[in-house]
């Protein structure tokens, strides 16, 4: 398979408004990674598609695309953003961290009886939900379920599903899925029925929860179809009469001898413990919108309530559906429903959401959004005074009218807006800053008292902050408390600065106003002598935070410009000097407990992950290693990589103890739990 590269013009559009990290999984012909929304900062699943690597499977994820625009349930897995471009899709999804159910149940072995039974009232009310929208699933397995971070069954990839013209009931001919799931009318080439076709795999979903095997397996396909075609298997002894009998009924040859899935609702396995058939309606369909998300969205776009109500009801499934999607899910987990505004909106530009409808739609108000409006600015009144790459602003802005004398400098400082007389004012002299921060008002202050005779030291101030128009992320408050202490320590003073500072005028008169006009002079017009000692790089970093902060006519400005730049040569420093971060990870990770990682009975990872080593060549896999964690595949005699996952030595955070956490990334569910298990076997750990 070709090496996969992004689109430009895609990965362009997905980073505006997604942070991407690590892969978390992939398959034959895509990858799915790990994002990051950057409005409501919200977990996402990004799957990304190669349109040349798809070739005729491309029609398949059309059909997939369009199934999950059309499915809103509690136990499907949302669908919030595609992003499509001539060389690749993007579909951005919900995010299950628990993983696949397959990995539970080997981890677990099999699962309990009343486990098994809150997982199967989940598959079947979601299997009854896609049923009633008119589609057949047709590859439900347990590596198509996903745990949330509720432990409640998410239902994905319907790229094999199918939805007939004539309705549910319309004979189907496509032979799909997973043969060791498939029912044996799709095996015998047989037309059938989509929805009995997955009531059968149902039946062999519950078996491997119940046992952790399958009831029909061979490594030879013919002898697994004859298997199949029989319809006979083995019940373990621990299955109760019930299990049994349920399995009796799901796992028929005939199917029209099969149980349904409205019977299975209320049956008497299923409502054993429950006092109530299973909900299988939506608790989240598409035609309600709720009126705090688009109050929300409504704020953030600078749109009106209705405006928004029309844009997210298109249901067209670009960033604002995406946004809108993802807040609703924040508020059904009881989180704030807020989204999280850049510095950028700060500046007029506008957030991510707005940006992505420049263009596209015009701006509309009432009297009620544009409160709503001033409402949401006043909170970013905090970030204006740490933007220097806003030009000449030093003060807090507001939302003002228009004001002849709003004036910076002599300078007209407003931009323009779009809520008409209002505008962006930032203005020394204008009365509507009195709500602004106390750091605010005080640096109000100092320059309400300089003279023309400080008028060039402004001048400096001004191109020195010109000089670092880079948007830097906010100071940390201990940068900020490391300034104040430490802002004499590489100055050396003049005499006449020992005998100003040692000297204070008793009667606070004329003497005292001239020293400090001359002190300030000083301070201004004449360069400060430093000493700079050949420190280390993040040592010479914070010398010139300190040195800036010596300043004290500018100290609030240039103590944040040099804050940030702080900031940026440490990142360029662990950028060019890995040694620094390779600390960090000498030894093995620390994890909490999870099911897909295996305790050993050693207390040495490094003696754990030598005898992996060692028996991962005697397996035929080939491996590349990074520290503790190894990538291992294995290809076939074409060089294809049939088998992809991933091993790492860790350890639990509370006792300490040794252990391997393990993840399929590509290849079948069962080849993969028979490889591992024989390879820690082995290893004797």
């Known amino acids: 398979m070709p090496v996969e590269r992004f689109d430009p013009c895609g990965a362009e559009e997905l980073h505006k408004y997604y942070e991407v990290y690590e892969t978390i999984g992939s398959g034959g012909f895509a990858k799915v990674k790990l994002g990051r929304h950057l409005l409501t900062r919200e977990k996402v699943a990004i799957k990304i598609m190669n349109k040349k690597n798809l070739g005729d499977d491309l029609p398949r994820?059309?059909?997939?695309?369009?199934?999950?625009?059309?499915?809103?349930?509690?136990?499907?897995?949302?669908?919030?953003?595609?992003?499509?471009?001539?060389?690749?899709?993007?579909?951005?999804?919900?995010?299950?961290?628990?993983?696949?159910?397959?990995?539970?149940?080997?981890?677990?072995?099999?699962?309990?009886?009343?486990?098994?039974?809150?997982?199967?009232?989940?598959?079947?009310?979601?299997?009854?939900?896609?049923?009633?929208?008119?589609?057949a699933h047709r590859d439900l397995k347990p590596e198509n379920l996903l745990i949330d971070e509720d432990h409640n069954l998410k239902l994905i990839d319907f790229g094999l599903c199918a939805k007939p013209k004539g309705g549910l009931g319309y004979e189907l001919m496509t032979c799909?899925?997973?043969?060791?799931?498939?029912?044996?009318?799709?095996?015998?080439?047989?037309?059938?029925?989509?929805?009995?076709?997955?009531?059968?795999?149902?039946?062999?979903?519950?078996?491997?929860?119940?046992?952790?095997?399958?009831?029909?397996?061979?490594?030879?396909?013919?002898?697994?179809?004859?298997?199949?075609?029989?319809?006979?298997?083995?019940?373990?002894?621990w299955l109760s009469p019930g299990s049994i009998l349920l399995l009796n009924q799901m796992m028929q040859v005939d199917p029209k001898r099969r149980i349904t899935v409205r019977h299975l609702l209320d049956h008497p396995w299923v409502m054993k413990g429950y006092s109530s058939p299973v909900e299988w309606h939506?608790?989240?369909?598409?035609?309600?919108?709720?009126?705090?998300?688009?109050?929300?969205?409504?704020?953030?776009?600078?749109?009106?309530?209705?405006?928004?109500?029309?844009?997210?009801?298109?249901?067209?499934?670009?960033?604002?559906?995406?946004?809108?999607?993802?807040?609703?899910?924040?508020?059904?987990?009881?989180?704030?429903?807020?989204?999280?505004?850049?510095?950028?909106?700060?500046?007029?530009?506008?957030?991510?959401?707005?940006?992505?409808?420049?263009?596209?739609?015009?701006?509309?108000?009432?009297?009620?959004?544009?409160?709503?409006?001033?409402?949401?600015?006043?909170?970013?009144?905090?970030?204006?005074?740490?933007?220097?790459?806003?030009?000449?602003?030093?003060?807090?802005?507001?939302?003002?009218?228009?004001?002849?004398?709003?004036?910076?400098?002599?300078?007209?400082?407003?931009?323009?807006?779009?809520?008409?007389?209002?505008?962006y004012a930032c203005s020394p002299t204008s009365e509507k800053v009195r709500s602004a921060p106390q750091h605010c008002r005080e640096k109000r202050d100092r320059d309400r008292e300089q003279t023309s005779e400080n008028k060039e030291s402004i001048d400096v101030q001004e191109k020195d902050v010109e000089i670092f128009m880079l948007p830097p992320p906010r100071t940390p408050a201990s940068n900020k408390k490391n300034i104040r202490q430490n802002k004499n320590m590489l100055t050396t003073p003049t005499k006449s600065g020992n005998k100003n500072n040692a000297v204070t005028p008793k009667d606070g008169g004329s003497a005292s106003k001239d020293n400090s006009i001359r002190r300030r002079r000083a301070e201004n017009k004449e360069p400060v002598n430093l000493e700079i000692m050949a420190f280390s790089p993040e040592r010479r970093s914070r010398s010139l935070d300190m040195a800036g902060a010596g300043d004290s006519s500018k100290k609030k400005r240039a103590g944040k410009v040099f804050g940030s730049l702080e900031r940026g040569l440490d990142k360029v420093i662990t950028m060019l000097t890995p040694s620094k971060r390779k600390g960090l990870r000498d030894g093995p990770r620390?994890?909490?407990?999870?099911?897909?990682?295996?305790?050993?009975?050693?207390?040495?990872?490094?003696?754990?992950?030598?005898?992996?080593?060692?028996?991962?060549?005697?397996?035929?896999?080939?491996?590349?290693?990074?520290?503790?964690?190894?990538?291992?595949?294995?290809?076939?005699?074409?060089?294809?990589?049939?088998?992809?996952?991933?091993?790492?030595?860790?350890?639990?955070?509370?006792?300490?103890?040794?252990?391997?956490?393990?993840?399929?990334?590509?290849?079948?569910?069962?080849?993969?739990?028979?490889?591992?298990?024989?390879?820690?076997?082995?290893?004797?750990?």
């Open 61 to 135: 994820i059309k059909v997939e695309i369009e199934a999950m625009k059309n499915l809103s349930h509690q136990h499907v897995c949302r669908l919030y953003q595609v992003i499509e471009t001539s060389t690749h899709i993007y579909m951005v999804l919900e995010y299950c961290p628990g993983g696949e159910l397959f990995d539970y149940i080997i981890a677990k072995d099999r699962l309990s009886e009343e486990e098994t039974r809150v997982f199967f009232r989940q598959i079947v009310s979601a299997l009854a939900y896609v049923h009633s929208q008119g589609y």
């Open 176 to 237: 799909c899925g997973s043969p060791a799931y498939a029912a044996p009318e799709l095996i015998q080439g047989k037309a059938y029925i989509g929805s009995e076709a997955d009531v059968w795999s149902m039946g062999v979903l519950l078996f491997a929860l119940l046992c952790g095997y399958l009831p029909f397996d061979d490594e030879n396909c013919m002898v697994l179809y004859r298997k199949i075609t029989s319809g006979k298997y083995d019940n373990p002894r």
């Open 282 to 423: 939506s608790r989240q369909p598409l035609g309600h919108v709720d009126e705090d998300c688009i109050t929300e969205m409504a704020v953030n776009m600078k749109r009106s309530r209705e405006s928004t109500t029309v844009l997210v009801r298109e249901w067209r499934y670009d960033h604002a559906t995406a946004t809108y999607l993802l807040l609703l899910s924040k508020k059904q987990r009881g989180r704030p429903v807020r989204l999280h505004t850049e510095p950028a909106f700060c500046n007029g530009r506008g957030s991510p959401l707005h940006r992505g409808l420049e263009g596209k739609d015009a701006l509309h108000f009432s009297e009620d959004d544009e409160a709503l409006i001033v409402g949401s600015l006043d909170f970013c009144s905090d970030y204006i005074d740490d933007c220097p790459w806003i030009s000449n602003t030093q003060h807090t802005p507001r939302v003002v009218r228009d004001q002849s004398d709003s004036t910076t400098n002599g300078k007209e400082t407003k931009l323009a807006s779009p809520l008409g007389k209002k505008r």
């Open 590 to 685: 620390k994890i909490k407990a999870q099911y897909n990682v295996t305790l050993t009975s050693q207390t040495n990872p490094d003696q754990v992950l030598n005898q992996i080593l060692s028996i991962l060549p005697e397996k035929h896999v080939d491996f590349t290693q990074k520290g503790y964690t190894l990538k291992c595949h294995i290809g076939n005699d074409f060089g294809k990589v049939t088998m992809a996952f991933e091993l790492e030595v860790c350890l639990l955070q509370r006792s300490e103890v040794v252990g391997v956490r393990r993840q399929r990334l590509k290849g079948d569910a069962w080849v993969y739990k028979h490889l591992v298990e024989d390879i820690l076997s082995t290893s004797s750990i």
